[in-house]
Nanobody, 121 residues
Framework: QVQLVESGGGLVQPGGSLRLSCVAS????????MRWYRQAPGKTRDVVAV????????QYTNSVKGRFAISRDNAKNTVYLQMNSLKPEDTAIYYC??????????????WGRGTQVTVSL
C-alpha cells in the first residue's frame, strides 16, 4: 500500500534549478525519515539527501552540499528536493525512498518510480 510518486524533473542548463516533489501515501508519513536517491546509467543508486520526521536534522552527500536542500511538509505528505546550481554530473533518475519495519520480514525499502533530471547545454 505504500506509494511514493516523484515529480518535478526535467531538462535544465548548467547553473539552473529544479524542485523535485515526492507525494507519499499508505503509511504515517510524519513518523518516518525520508530520503532522496539518484542513479545515473551504469552507476549505483546512491543517497543524495536525508531528512528526519520532524525536519530537525538533514544530511547530504558531499557533492551536493550547499546546492541542494531537502525539506518536507507533513501536512501534505510531501518531501521536496530543491536543487540549485545544477551541474551535468547531477544528471540521473532521482528516487524517493522510505524504510520501515515489516513484521515477519524486517526492514523494507520502498521506492517511487523516479523522475529524470538532465543537466545539459
Amino acid at each position: 500500500q505504500v506509494q511514493l510518486v516523484e515529480s518535478g524533473g526535467g531538462l535544465v542548463q548548467p547553473g539552473g534549478s529544479l524542485r523535485l516533489s515526492c507525494v507519499a501515501s499508505g503509511f504515517d508519513f510524519s513518523r518516518y525519515i525520508m530520503r532522496w536517491y539518484r542513479q545515473a546509467p551504469g552507476k549505483t543508486r546512491d543517497v543524495v539527501a536525508v531528512i528526519t520526521s520532524t525536519s530537525d536534522n538533514k544530511q547530504y552527500t558531499n557533492s551536493v552540499k550547499g546546492r541542494f536542500a531537502i525539506s518536507r511538509d507533513n501536512a501534505k505528505n510531501t518531501v521536496y528536493l530543491q536543487m540549485n546550481s545544477l551541474k551535468p554530473e547531477d544528471t540521473a533518475i532521482y528516487y524517493c525512498n522510505v524504510q520501515r519495519y515489516v513484521d515477519g520480514t524486517g526492514i523494507q525499502d520502498y521506492w517511487g518510480r523516479g523522475t529524470q533530471v538532465t543537466v545539459s547545454l
